[in-house]
Nanobody, 124 residues
């Protein structure tokens, strides 16, 4: 069992940066691939970024590539999402998720554990 708690969301202006944090507790955090998803009102949950167990491999949605960076610290049981050059289209609730295998990373149905989400709002 893995418990995930996101933090770091907020209200910012377009062009600003935010860093989201996902704190994990429970057993074997370092054996899980991790990801960030987001969901805007009235829209489906959308893949943002994922990272392998070791952190050596990452994968990004085209919409955030070059602006967002996912990272992890297995010693601290933390996953981060650095978000730069934010725009209003990035407004959503951001969720942290964990899965056992680093494949089909953009399929939210395959993730085993989820956090409660943190709201990110970007004003124009």
């Amino acid at each position: 069992q893995v418990q995930l708690v996101e933090s770091g969301g907020g209200l910012v202006q377009a062009g600003a940066s935010l860093r989201l944090t996902c704190a994990a507790s429970g057993r074997s955090f370092s054996s899980y691939a991790m990801a960030w998803f987001r969901q805007a009102p009235g829209k489906e949950r959308e893949f943002v970024a994922s990272i392998s167990v070791s952190g050596a491999n990452t994968f990004y949605a085209d919409s955030v590539k070059g602006r967002f960076t996912i990272s992890r610290d297995n010693a601290k049981n933390m996953v981060y999402l650095q978000m730069n050059s934010l725009n209003p289209e990035d407004t959503a609730v951001y969720y942290c998720a964990a899965k056992s295998v680093f494949n089909y990373v953009n399929n939210y149905a395959l993730y085993e554990y989820w956090g409660q989400g943190t709201q990110v709002t970007v004003s124009s």
